[in-house]
T-cell receptor
Framework: DTGVSQDPRHKITKRGQNVTFRCDPISEHNRLYWYRQTLGQGPEFLTY????????KSRLLSDRFSAERPKGSFSTLEIQRTEQGDSAMYLC????????????FGPGTRLTVL | AQTVTQSQPEMSVQEAETVTLSCTYD???????LFWYKQPPSRQMILVIR??????QNATENRFSVNFQKAAKSFSLKISDSQLGDTAMYFCAFMSFGAGSYQLTFGKGTKLSVIP
């Protein structure tokens, strides 16, 4: 049974560059979530997909952020014109809604913006 | 909006002893889940235990149990017979049943160190 995977695990970029992260959820999980975790804080919700539809976005998700889940399987999160404040761990989670709504988390992508 | 508060940034416990981590939350909802997640150093977050708000009985998973006080909006985690592998960040989280995304709202976490 393969868990949630994320790629890359680490990303260092210069301010102003664009970055894209990928998340592969557990097979057949129709719900996919993105969270952001900064140092010393709990994860904060960014956005949610049910199948390919993006159903909810947090106010944290500025217009520089865009997420897609084109075929209802993997998802990408793109950050344009990165800022130092974007430095964080970006976590992906998936769920089927059947296991009493348990969300299974990936290992995260740690972004450092120089 | 829901909020989750963990008032203990760090705690330590001797191996084999018992420790309790505190969590309070604020919500106007009546139907929700509460969770404790564990995040070991440099490893991914995993679910420790969950509680459905409509259930009066406190959830138990092996050495982990909760004390759920709905009226007080309190949800503490008790770890019995602490083991070195329990060293981790522990996050309390809230999920509403209501129409929407079932997103998790997390507290800031408690860093637990188990001392040999």
């Amino acid at each position: 049974d393969t868990g949630v995977s994320q790629d890359p695990r680490h990303k260092i970029t210069k301010r102003g560059q664009n970055v894209t992260f990928r998340c592969d959820p557990i097979s057949e999980h129709n719900r996919l979530y993105w969270y952001r975790q900064t140092l010393g804080q709990g994860p904060e919700f960014l956005t949610y997909f049910q199948n390919e539809a993006q159903l909810e976005k947090s106010r944290l998700l500025s217009d520089r952020f865009s997420a897609e889940r084109p075929k209802g399987s993997f998802s990408t999160l793109e950050i344009q014109r990165t800022e130092q404040g974007d430095s964080a761990m970006y976590l992906c989670a998936s769920s089927s809604g059947l296991e009493r709504n348990e969300q299974f988390f990936g290992p995260g992508t740690r972004l450092t913006v120089l | 909006a829901q909020t989750v508060t963990q008032s203990q940034p760090e705690m330590s416990v001797q191996e084999a002893e018992t420790v309790t981590l505190s969590c309070t939350y604020d919500t106007s909802e009546n139907n929700y889940y509460l969770f404790w997640y564990k995040q070991p150093p440099s490893r991914q977050m995993i679910l420790v235990i969950r509680q459905e708000a409509y259930k009066q009985q406190n959830a138990t998973e092996n050495r982990f149990s909760v004390n759920f006080q709905k009226a007080a909006k309190s949800f503490s985690l008790k770890i019995s017979d602490s083991q070195l592998g329990d060293t981790a960040m522990y996050f309390c989280a809230f999920m509403s049943f209501g129409a929407g995304s079932y997103q998790l709202t997390f507290g800031k976490g408690t860093k637990l160190s188990v001392i040999p």
